[in-house]
Structure formats: structure tokens, C-alpha cells
């Protein structure tokens, strides 16, 4: 049987009434949201708001209207980082954000102006929260960090750094992609004014869903406009949420089935989803630290880790390792730079990117146990 070690790119396999309920929604409703007023649309519109209800639920929110959809966590922040930013403007990040971040902000540096200062962290990928302080600028605009690493697994102490943000009164804005759904997240307690979300991780739900939860009055300026089936009239877009930033036919069968999922999450919970893959990752940490020429990056205490463990085998190319792993014994991993460069720079594998296996709710300790076997088959031939 195949194994599947990349629910860092993406979750698989779905819990399976995700996938039943889109089809049903498609098979006997197929209808838009917001636009009609025929029952069938009021249905569809009433089915995406109760999934607004799920994800505040999930992340303890309060007002459904403020999560907005999108397709996917890149698109959610773009929408809030160049929605907030304004030219001449300054961000505090940490030093291993996703591309999704980390180009946003580079692409605003060289075209509006703006300054970037990264936060340090250990080798092992935690930031310095008590280097963050001194970063702050008069023109500081926002505070945006990821929550968990989806290279090294590190997660972030936000709940720090969303306090000196709200010290500042400077909005902070989290990429939950490597968490939402498998980690506890708190909007109120954590002190998010801003959560970043994408459906297709560890939330479970099938790719073409995400978006943002706003926590916050401060207006994020639309970076889309178009119909949102209200206020037609108005030759703007509106400046309410979720229409300002929900512009164009939403993906409603998308957002059915990430419905579905929230409740598998709910109904099994978040604490027995993060005690499944902790355990997962603890043992998987063992048993690659008891080989020979492994080099493994990133934490070793679970206990700061998402399920995501990089490593290499010596001076093997990474991609050869995860091309034998497929080829020969059906194991499917990542191999490279998985889209966030500057991680790699704090561990020394800008060149040579990383094997990245990453876990799911639905792996099993005997997969662990046969990516170890596999490991120990060609550590043994290099
Ligand atoms: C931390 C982090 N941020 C952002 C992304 C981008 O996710 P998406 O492709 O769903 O937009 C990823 C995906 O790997 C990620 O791990």
C-alpha cells in the first residue's frame, strides 16, 4: 500500500464525507450564494454561512461575517498584507516565512517602498521574541509571522508576539496553514487580529478553499472588486466584510465539503487530532535519530513541532532520496526547498533543499515503520 508523507503540501486522503458532500451539493443544488432569490440559492447561502460559523467555532470567533473566503491561504494574506501595507510602509516577519508571505513582502519592497525586518531565531527555527521589541518603527503597519514552520516544523510562540503587537497597536496577521485544524488556535486568546487559513491542510478540506478571519475594525483595503450580489448600485466595492473582500462567484461546492471537514475536526477534536500526530512525530524523531548518517533539522521536541520532520542522508541529494523512497517502496515525501527559502538558510540547505515528511491524522505508526525500514535499505547501499 502506498504511503502518503506530504500532509504538509497538502492532506490526503479527506475525511470521506467531504468529498460525498460536495457531490451531493453539486448533484442537487449547484446553485451561487448571494445572488438569487429563489429557495435554492437561500440554501446555498445558508449552507456557506453556517461554514462561516464552523471555522469561528474552530478558532473562537464571534461574527461569521468576518471570514472571508478565498482560494487558498496565498491569496488570503496577499489580501491582507497589500490590503494594510501602504508605500513607505514597515512589517516585522520572522526569518522562515513561506513564500506566500515572504515574496508578498519582497514584491511591496521593490515596488512600493516598503521595509522588511526579520525577527531571529535559533537554528532550531523559534523566533526571539525578545528581539521583536526593538524592531518597531514608527511606520511599522503590520506584524505578520506563520504559525508552524512547513519546513522545520517549529511553532511559533504567536501568542507572544501578538501581545507586543497589541502593546504597539500594530495588527497582527497569522499564516495558520501549517496548524489550523490540528493545533489549537485561540483568535481572542491568542491576540490574531488577522488568521490566514487554508482549507486543504491540515483543516482537511479539498483544495480552492482558505481565507482570512478578521478580529479587527481596521479596514483591509480590497484588492479586488466585483459583483457580490448586494448594493449592485454602488459603482464600488462595498466597504463591509465579508463583501469588500469577497469579490466574483464563491467556490460554494469548495466550501461545503471544508464544512464537512471542520465538523470532522470538531466532532473529533483538535486536542485528539495534536495528540495523534505529536505522537506521530515523536516516534518518527526516534526512530530517524537511531540511524546512521541522518542529519535532521528543526526541533527535537515534539512538544514545539508540528508534524512536519526535514532531514537529509549524508550528502545525498535530497531529491534522489525521495525519488528512491517513491520508486521502490511507494513512500511519498518531498524533496527541496518546499517554497520557503530563507529556512533553509538558517539550516545550511539553501542548495540543497531537505526530505520533508510530514504527517496527517489519518497516517499510522506501522507507516513510520516502514519509511524507517526503507530509510535503513538505502542508508545501507550509500
Ligand atoms: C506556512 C505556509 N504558508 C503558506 C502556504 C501556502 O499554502 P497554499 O498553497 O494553500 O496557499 C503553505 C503551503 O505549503 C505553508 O506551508
Redesign the pocket.
Known amino acids: 500500500m502506498p504511503i502518503y508523507f506530504d500532509n504538509?503540501?497538502t492532506s490526503y486522503p479527506k475525511p470521506d464525507a467531504v468529498a460525498d458532500s460536495m457531490r451531493y451539493f453539486m448533484r442537487y443544488n449547484g446553485t451561487s450564494t448571494g445572488r438569487g432569490t429563489y429557495a435554492r440559492a437561500r440554501e446555498a447561502g445558508e449552507k456557506v454561512y453556517q461554514v462561516r460559523k464552523l471555522l469561528c467555532q474552530l478558532f473562537n470567533y464571534h461574527e461569521p461575517e468576518h471570514v472571508v473566503f478565498a482560494a487558498?491561504?496565498?491569496?488570503a494574506?496577499n489580501l491582507a498584507i497589500r490590503g494594510i501595507v501602504k508605500p513607505g510602509g514597515h512589517v516585522v516577519t520572522s526569518s522562515i516565512e513561506?513564500n506566500?508571505?515572504w515574496r508578498c513582502l519582497k514584491m511591496l519592497e521593490r515596488d512600493d517602498n516598503i521595509q522588511i525586518s526579520t525577527v531571529p531565531c535559533d537554528s532550531s527555527g523559534m523566533t526571539d521574541v525578545g528581539l521583536i521589541e526593538a524592531l518597531v518603527q514608527p511606520n511599522t503597519q503590520l506584524f505578520v509571522f506563520?504559525h508552524?514552520?512547513?519546513v522545520l516544523g517549529t511553532i511559533q510562540p504567536i501568542r507572544q508576539i501578538g501581545r507586543i503587537a497589541r502593546q504597539h497597536g500594530i495588527p497582527f496577521l497569522v499564516?495558520s496553514?501549517?496548524t489550523a485544524g490540528a493545533y489549537p488556535i485561540d483568535i481572542a486568546v491568542d491576540c490574531i487580529d488577522i488568521l490566514a487559513f487554508?482549507g486543504?491542510?491540515s483543516l482537511l478540506g479539498p483544495m480552492g478553499t482558505?481565507g482570512l478571519v478578521v478580529n479587527c475594525e481596521r479596514m483591509i483595503r480590497p484588492q479586488k472588486a466585483g459583483g457580490t450580489g448586494r448594493d449592485s448600485i454602488s459603482p464600488y466595492q462595498p466597504d463591509y466584510l465579508p463583501d469588500s473582500l469577497e469579490a466574483g462567484t464563491l467556490n460554494v461546492s469548495g466550501i461545503i465539503g471544508l464544512g464537512t471537514a471542520v465538523s470532522f475536526i470538531l466532532d473529533e477534536t483538535v486536542e485528539v487530532i495534536r495528540r495523534k500526530e505529536r505522537f506521530l512525530t515523536h516516534y518518527a524523531l526516534k526512530q530517524l535519530q537511531a540511524l546512521d548518517k541522518v542529519i535532521i533539522y528543526g526541533p527535537d521536541d515534539p512538544g514545539n513541532m508540528v508534524g512536519v520532520i526535514s532531514f537529509n542522508l549524508s550528502d545525498t541529494p535530497a531529491v534522489e532520496v525521495a525519488y528512491i523512497l517513491d520508486e521502490v517502496y511507494e513512500i511519498m515525501v518531498r524533496a527541496g526547498l518546499?517554497?520557503a527559502p530563507t529556512a533553509h538558510r538558517l539550516i545550511g540547505t539553501e542548495l540543497a533543499g531537505t526530505v520533508r515528511m510530514s504527517f496527517g491524522y489519518f497516517n499510522e505508526k506501522e507507516d513510520i515503520d516502514i519509511v524507517i525500514a526503507a530509510l535503513k535499505h538505502i542508508i545501507s547501499k550509500i
Open positions: 504538509a503540501a487558498n491561504v496565498t491569496e494574506l513561506h506566500a508571505v506563520t508552524a514552520s512547513n499564516d496553514a501549517q487554508t486543504h491542510k482558505g518546499h517554497c
